[in-house]
Nanobody, 122 residues
């Protein structure tokens, strides 16, 4: 089974930066999509950044240009660098993974971490 463990959350003032990490284990073979989601208070969970198996990235509009998703070559660590943080970025952040058989397609995510809290104050 794929296991995901996030770290790096915390509290920061608006304009600051945080770097989230997700330790990925149990990926034995095949291609995977990796992603970061977040869920703010009273809101639905939303995908904010995605790394496809073909190494293409996607970002939700509100974070485009501020957040960067990346991983090491072995896909053991997924990172989300968050710059120019805003109070509306406050949320629980989750990493997610799903195996894919088509490099450019990410099915519904089946593996989730426990989350790490990010709080941005104004």
């Amino acid at each position: 089974d794929v296991q995901l463990v996030e770290s790096g959350g915390g509290s920061v003032q608006a304009g600051g930066s945080l770097r989230l990490s997700c330790a990925v284990s149990g990926v034995t073979s095949g291609r995977y999509c990796l992603a970061w989601f977040r869920q703010g208070p009273g809101e639905d969970r939303e995908e904010v950044a995605r790394l496809r198996a073909d190494e293409k990235t996607w970002y939700e509009d509100s974070v485009h240009g501020r957040f960067t998703i990346s991983s090491d070559n072995a896909k053991n660590t997924l990172t989300l660098q968050m710059n120019s943080l805003k109070p509306e970025d406050t949320a629980m952040y989750y990493c997610a993974a799903v195996k894919t058989y088509v490099r450019a397609v990410c099915p519904e995510y089946t593996n989730w971490g426990q989350g790490t809290q990010v709080t941005v104050s104004s």
